[in-house]
């Protein structure tokens, strides 16, 4: 679905659910007056809407898998002083498999002083992009290897 396409039908459920609250009317204190109870079935459908809402944006939000994934790995990762990641043991199929190296480092005292993390590293084809490349430099780099070579 385009993005246009499910912009324009959220838009349109926040409409529905802006309409709904509109029509509530004043309805005194009596919570079981008719109003009242009409009143809430008007918020009903304004909550359900907006709870629709939210869980299409966190579903578009949330990472799509790559069309081109090859494989899905789970590694342990020793982060450095600024929280970056080096895979430092074997893959695994699975997260327990690196949870179960842990284990093992934890239980060897070999963690001393260091912080671990569990990396789940999606391997996919690369999809070489030019845009934004300095093509300029390229054509100088390429020009001087020719030149190099005998």
Same mark, same amino acid.
């Given at each position: 679905?385009?993005?246009?396409?499910?912009?324009? +039908? +959220?838009?349109? +459920?926040?409409?529905?659910? @802006?309409m709904?609250?509109?029509?509530?009317?004043?309805?005194?204190?009596?919570?079981?007056?008719?109003?009242?109870?009409?009143?809430?079935?008007?918020?009903?459908?304004?909550?359900?809407?907006r #709870?629709?809402?939210?869980? &299409?944006?966190?579903?578009l939000?949330?990472?799509?898998p790559?069309?081109?994934?090859?494989g899905? /790995?789970?590694?342990?990762?020793?982060?450095?002083?600024?929280?970056?990641?080096?895979?430092?043991?074997? /893959? =695994?199929? !699975?997260?327990? !498999?690196?949870?179960? $190296?842990?284990?093992?480092?934890?239980? +060897? =005292?070999?963690? &001393?002083? @260091? @912080?671990? $993390?569990?990396?789940?590293?999606?391997?996919?084809?690369?999809?070489?992009?030019?845009?934004?490349?300095? =093509?300029?430099?390229?054509?100088?780099?390429?020009? #001087?290897? @020719?030149?190099?070579?005998?």
């Open positions: 679905m385009s993005s246009d396409v499910t912009k324009d +039908l +959220l838009d349109a +459920l926040l409409n529905v659910a @802006r709904a609250e509109n029509l509530k009317k004043p309805c005194g204190t009596d919570p079981e007056s008719p109003q009242a109870i009409q009143n809430t079935q008007y918020m009903n459908i304004s909550y359900a809407a #709870a629709a809402i939210a869980r &299409a944006e966190a579903a939000a949330a990472p799509q790559d069309a081109g994934l090859i899905v /790995q789970w590694w342990l990762a020793e982060l450095d002083r600024y929280g970056n990641a080096k895979l430092v043991d074997g /893959q =695994h199929s !699975g997260r327990a !498999g690196a949870d179960k $190296a842990m284990y093992l480092i934890k239980a +060897l =005292h070999l963690d &001393a002083g @260091r @912080r671990y $993390a569990v990396a789940r590293v999606e391997l996919s084809e690369p999809k070489p992009r030019g845009k934004g490349v300095n =093509h300029e430099a390229i054509k100088t780099l390429n020009d #001087a290897r @020719r030149e190099a070579q005998p």
